[in-house]
């Protein structure tokens, strides 16, 4: 019952999406609104209101149309293939940062919750490695990238972007983690210690299931940042294959086929629900650990 | 009655020996004395309630004596070994005032718990942990989660797992004190018969007079500030405890004379029933 309330509400919201679009799209001028725009002045003023043209706002059946439609005249895979073709790898791509950033994550939770100096000193750098603005880190990222001598190692350009991805995977895991293990009450503690249990034993009894629903919360977001992450890791070292160059490509198509560009974007979209929806799994197989004790 | 046999029976040294004990807490200045001057002896198989009003360090003596704590200056022996070794060598069980219950785990697997913990293997301790659920009476709530029960019932599921390794000792904190008034006096008629069965020693801490008179073969009277013990009586009322005893005025007469031991001066019966 609450299900299908709740799949209904999520209907709502998109039926709610397509009325606004298409319904500012009819009713808005097609040049958009601009004030204070200086006569005879070309791009002053500021445009309050976007334009409505096709160019601006394609028809959302346009966008879905063009999804049916060849890539591009010289390709002539359909739309929709080479979307998914990019995703996949942008997914792949994702899906090992998100992997590399959990356990990461998790070591750094580990060695935290462990020695309470280690908290104190690495707690900081952590937080503080998030302000580093990604764009700003990714080249670098590829530049030592290239630099690994590949007869040693090899060191594809998608490993780059992955680890650019675990990057800003790690972080909600690290601190969610670490809150998670903290977590155990006191009388659980106590409980463990009356058993004689060691540290590892109540890592593994007590302090790693206790810290199940605080991980959680923390994966989803983490794998949505891994998502957005390996995009915006692709776009900064133009990796081709994946969406993100995909959707760069595509933009600078947009004033001859404007409803292009949505077609990557629709395949970013579908990348960040299935991130999400697998973490929401994770939750259900893992429904028994997110219990809470009812009180006496 | 295998199910109940204990470790050793028939331990020649006292279960616990308590002397000297002292405990403060926080440092000089703002220091706080918990107990002052504790000696108490409890044999082996001997069921003793410890009683007093808050602060008066009834739990902080239990807590000494599991080694949850360690006292200030004084010596705790259980078994006569140290409280520490005893702790290490699973010598009691133990239950609080909260069940304590993990929440992920079925009742089965809560039962199991010291056992797993202790690298029993699967089938012995599956066995026993249904062997204790009948006997707490949760059999048909055994793949139950702890907040699908009762507050009751997850009492049930602390005693039982405190009963697990059979141990010679039993220390139980407050255990009914979350419970309502039929449920803690069908747990204490239960409590008061796998005590006698099982012949293992009980330290119980409480602040019902009646539940202490109705379990204890000897209740311990304790006073805050400085905590210490003021008085102890023998409770003759035999081994068994059975539900009719809390009728009888041989029941009542102690419960006044441990009402007078706690209020320091004799008390009208005018109140009682």
Avoid at chain 1, 11 to 28: F, N, P, R, S
Avoid at chain 1, 74 to 100: C, E, R
Avoid at chain 1, 169 to 192: D, K, T
Wanted: aromatic content about 6%; overall charge positive; glycine content about 10%.
């Amino acid at each position: 019952m609450r299900r299908t309330l709740l799949w209904t509400y999520g209907a709502l919201g998109l039926v709610a999406v397509v009325l606004l679009w298409e319904g500012y799209k009819a009713i808005g001028p097609a040049d958009g609104v601009v004030v204070g725009a200086v006569e005879g002045e070309r791009g002053s003023g500021f445009r309050i209101l976007p334009r409505t043209n096709d160019r601006s706002m394609p028809h959302l059946w346009a966008m879905v149309a063009r999804l049916f439609a060849v890539t591009s005249p010289g390709d002539p895979t359909p739309m929709w293939l080479s979307v998914l073709q990019a995703a996949l790898v942008t997914l792949g791509i994702a899906a090992l940062g998100l992997a590399i950033g959990l356990v990461i994550g998790s070591l750094l939770a580990l060695v935290m919750q462990s020695w309470r100096i280690a908290e104190w000193g690495v707690l900081p750098w952590v937080i503080l490695s998030q302000t580093i603005p990604l764009i700003a880190f990714a080249p670098v990222m590829n530049s030592i990238g290239v630099q690994i001598d590949k007869t040693i190692m090899p060191w594809p350009q998608w490993l780059s972007v992955a680890i650019i991805a675990s990057y800003l995977a790690f972080f909600p895991i690290a601190v969610g983690a670490l809150r998670g293990l903290q977590a155990p009450e006191r009388a659980h503690l106590e409980l463990m210690r009356v058993y004689a249990a060691g540290g590892f034993t109540t890592l593994r009894k007590l302090r790693i299931p206790a810290a199940v629903p605080y991980v959680l919360p923390a994966l989803r977001l983490a794998a949505a940042n891994a998502v957005i992450g390996a995009i915006v890791a692709e776009v900064s070292m133009s990796m081709p294959g994946g969406i993100g160059r995909m959707i760069i490509g595509l933009a600078s198509q947009a004033s001859t086929d404007p409803p292009a560009p949505w077609s990557p974007i629709f395949g970013a979209v579908a990348i960040g629900l299935i991130a999400a929806g697998s973490v929401g799994l994770l939750g259900v197989i893992l429904r028994n650990y997110r219990r809470g004790e009812a009180t006496a | 009655m295998s199910q109940f046999a204990t470790k050793d029976v028939q331990a020649p040294t006292p279960a616990v020996r308590v002397v000297g004990v002292e405990k403060t807490f926080g440092r000089r200045g703002k220091a706080v004395k918990a107990l002052l001057d504790v000696d108490l002896t409890i044999a082996a198989g001997e069921f003793i309630s410890l009683i007093g009003p808050s602060g008066c360090g009834k739990s902080t003596l239990m807590r000494l004596i599991a080694d949850l704590d360690a006292p200030t200056s004084g010596t705790i022996e259980v078994f006569g070994k140290s409280a520490r070794q005893a702790r290490l060598d699973q010598d009691y069980g133990i239950a609080f005032q909260q069940a304590g219950l993990l929440p992920w785990r079925t009742v089965l697997k809560n039962i199991a718990l010291p056992l797993e913990l202790h690298g029993v293997p699967y089938a012995e301790r599956a066995a026993r942990a249904e062997e204790l659920a009948l006997l707490v009476g949760l059999g048909e709530f055994r793949d139950h989660r702890p907040d699908q029960l009762s507050g009751g019932m997850q009492q049930r599921v602390a005693i039982a797992r405190a009963l697990a390794e059979r141990p010679r000792l039993l220390l139980m904190d407050e255990p009914f004190g979350a419970l309502d008034e039929m449920t803690r006096e069908r747990m204490q008629n239960e409590l008061a018969r796998i005590a006698h069965q099982s012949g293992a020693a009980v330290v119980f801490v409480t602040h019902s007079i009646p539940e202490a008179v109705f379990l204890a073969d000897r209740v311990v009277v304790m006073s805050p500030r400085p905590g210490r013990i003021t008085e102890t009586l023998d409770v003759p009322l035999g081994e068994e405890r059975p539900e009719g005893l809390r009728e009888s005025p041989e029941f009542f007469e102690r419960v006044t004379a441990v009402r007078e031991a706690l209020h320091g001066a004799p008390v009208r019966r005018a109140g009682e029933a």
